[in-house]
């Protein structure tokens, strides 16, 4: 009979993503991740797998944390343009924190492993498809709701909002203020919804 497991699943996987948010998944070794999530070898082989396994598991986590809030902003069904605006204002706020200025893990994975490992990359590919669908929806509602310029489809609008949202992460990585990203995204957010 197999023995149950002996840690706090999920504080496990905060402690490997923490790992795999700083160091990239290449840097980030197998030692590394079982001395952050405080277990050993058979405990992570039973509980996910392997690497690869534990990290597509981090990857859900991260999504349904970190991004669940953005999701739940553009679901604004009373002032989706608002909704957008909020989901901008809280990526600039966060992005002071420590933890946010390392970029966003599903973009930093799309960058690192698309020459790599294929099927990871497409993991967190995918689930930026899921953010750039929520856009996209926010944008059509607005658009019904007469808040936002309908001279651009709610699908190119949705897009160039999630280009730019991608955009910010990689900016704040490299280091830029976060009142030059604003002014960056001024211009676009002024465009899509004139006040």
């Not at 840690?7 to 700083?22: E, G, H, K, T």
């Not at 204002?89 to 790599?116: K, P, R, W």
């Not at 993991?123 to 059509?140: N, P, R, T």
Request: hydrophobic residues 45%; proline residues 2%; aromatic residues 6%.
């Amino acid at each position: 009979m197999a023995r149950p497991l002996q840690f706090d699943r999920q504080q496990a996987l905060n402690a490997a993503m923490q790992v795999f948010w700083l160091q990239g998944y290449s840097a980030s070794s197998m030692q590394l991740l079982l001395d952050a999530m405080h277990i050993n070898r058979g405990s992570l082989y039973a509980a996910f797998g392997d690497k690869a396994g534990l990290f597509k598991e981090v990857i859900d986590h991260y999504q349904r944390d970190m991004q669940g809030i953005v999701f739940e902003i553009l679901a604004n069904k009373d002032n989706p343009a608002q909704g957008i605006r909020d989901v901008f204002e809280i990526t600039l706020f966060m992005l002071n924190h420590d933890e946010m200025a390392m970029g966003c893990l599903l973009v930093n994975t799309v960058n690192e492993l698309s020459a790599i490992d294929a099927d990871l990359r497409d993991y967190a590919s995918e689930k930026l498809s899921l953010v750039e669908g929520a856009f996209i929806k926010a944008c059509e509602r607005a658009q019904t709701q007469k808040q936002m310029n309908t001279t651009i489809s709610a699908d190119e609008a949705g897009k160039m909002l999630m280009t730019c949202m991608i955009g910010l992460r990689v900016q704040s990585r490299r280091g830029v203020a976060e009142s030059h990203l604003r002014q960056s995204i001024a211009p676009l957010l002024d465009l899509l919804m004139p006040a």
